[in-house]
């Protein structure tokens, strides 16, 4: 079966660091382009960071670039989301996605597999 598999989350401190692991199975990761989302309670759900196939081109949305870098082992099927100078407004659901190539990851459109999510809760 086709599944992303989030872990990682967990409490952090604010200023903390945490990494984030999405493992993938059931097709493969060299044609798909990696996306990571996150959902606050009563909130929409937002773009993080993504990772393009071949070339591993990135990109981060505003609210966390500069603290989190997003990287890839399509060897092991692993897709990462380090993020660092964690803050409250961080807290959230947080899932990996894939899309399937040919199509820039940062755009809005529909990704094809979801993981189940992971929760990250920033608070001291």
């Known amino acids: 079966q086709v599944q992303l598999v989030e872990s990682g989350g967990g409490l952090v401190q604010p200023g903390g660091s945490l990494t984030l692991s999405c493992a993938a199975s059931?097709?493969?990761?060299?044609?798909?382009?990696i996306g990571w989302f996150r959902q606050a309670p009563g909130k929409e759900r937002e773009g993080v960071s993504c990772?393009?196939?071949?070339?591993?081109?990135?990109y981060y949305f505003e609210s966390v670039r500069g603290r989190f870098t997003i990287s890839r082992d399509n060897a092991n099927k692993k897709v990462y989301l380090q993020m660092n100078n964690l803050k409250p407004e961080d807290t959230a659901v947080y899932y990996c996605?894939?899309?399937?190539?040919?199509?820039?990851?940062?755009?809005?459109?529909?990704?094809?597999?979801w993981g189940q999510g992971t929760q990250v809760t920033v608070s001291s």
């Open positions: 990772i393009h196939s071949a070339d591993s081109d990135v």
């Open positions: 059931g097709f493969s990761l060299d044609y798909y382009s």
């Open positions: 996605a894939a899309i399937r190539i040919g199509y820039l990851c940062y755009m809005n459109q529909e990704y094809d597999y």
